[in-house]
């Protein structure tokens, strides 16, 4: 069980679309910077410029776009020594529940998100790519669920106090920026890569089915080395009220 920093703010998140730029000081935005509907390859010339630049791959039938996402290994620098991998695991995350609360000025009622743990891994990014959600709000008649990835500054250097289960006291160092948290909405078409050590929510999905991940990152079986958790008490919420009307953004 995660220890529970001993005070929190209060705070209401809006969530904001995940672009490269927005997302840029937690890890990386991906998406294909292709039109949904360009269906043969064009001539490299004839392409807006991008970073990094595409290459001709496949006999001519694909784009490479390479490297996207940094894919980062920092283990050489944790104190057991315990030696790292790389690890493609699977997430299958089913739809978080939400609960119904007073809206901001006159807006009535309005569905919320909880936000009662962030966690982070110290030596290693993270990335999730989601797979069977499509890039439209709308798949058939059905629509599409979409995830939220909430994240929060690192305040380096610094400590905070959390208690235990036991009710021990305990100091994490580096603890979240609780009062800067951020949540972005982010659909079918885009994966999402948290820098080393940014702290972050477990995943949420929202939508009415499960959606499943392709998770990469580096592990070395250590558990104060491979996840840092902290828990925190009521008061941090992400205001759902317009995160419907939020379409798939482009990097």
């Not at 703010?9 to 991906?30: D, H, M, S, V």
């Not at 315990?82 to 901001?104: D, V």
């Not at 820098?195 to 499943?212: E, K």
């Amino acid at each position: 069980m995660a220890p529970i920093l001993t005070s929190n703010p209060t705070l209401r998140i809006t969530p904001e679309l995940f672009t490269k730029e927005a997302f840029a000081p937690f890890g990386t935005a991906i998406s294909c910077p292709l039109p949904r509907d360009l269906s043969s390859a064009p001539p490299l010339s004839a392409l807006p410029p991008h970073d990094p630049a595409p290459a001709v791959a496949n006999q001519s039938s694909a784009l490479k776009y390479s490297p996207i996402s940094p894919l980062l290994d920092h283990y050489p620098q944790c104190s057991s020594g315990q030696p790292s991998y790389a690890r493609m695991s699977m997430f299958s995350c089913f739809p978080r529940k939400l609960r119904t609360s007073r809206g901001i000025g006159t807006r009535g009622e309005t569905s919320v998100f909880d936000v009662r743990i962030l966690e982070r891994h110290p030596f290693t990014t993270q990335t999730f790519t989601p797979i069977d959600l499509s890039s439209q709000t709308r798949a058939g008649n059905a629509e599409e669920p979409f995830y939220l990835v909430i994240v929060a500054p690192t305040l380096n250097g610094q400590t905070a106090t959390a208690t235990t289960s036991s009710g021990e006291t305990v100091t994490i160092r580096d603890p979240p920026d609780l009062n800067n948290v951020r949540a972005f909405v982010v659909r079918g078409g885009q994966a999402v890569t948290y820098g080393v050590g940014t702290w972050h929510a477990p995943m949420v999905v929202l939508g009415s089915r499960r959606v499943d991940f392709v998770v990469v990152q580096f592990v070395n079986g250590v558990d104060d080395e491979d996840v840092q958790e902290v828990a925190f008490g009521e008061g941090i919420v992400v205001d759902l009220g317009k995160s419907r009307t939020l379409g798939a953004s482009k990097l």
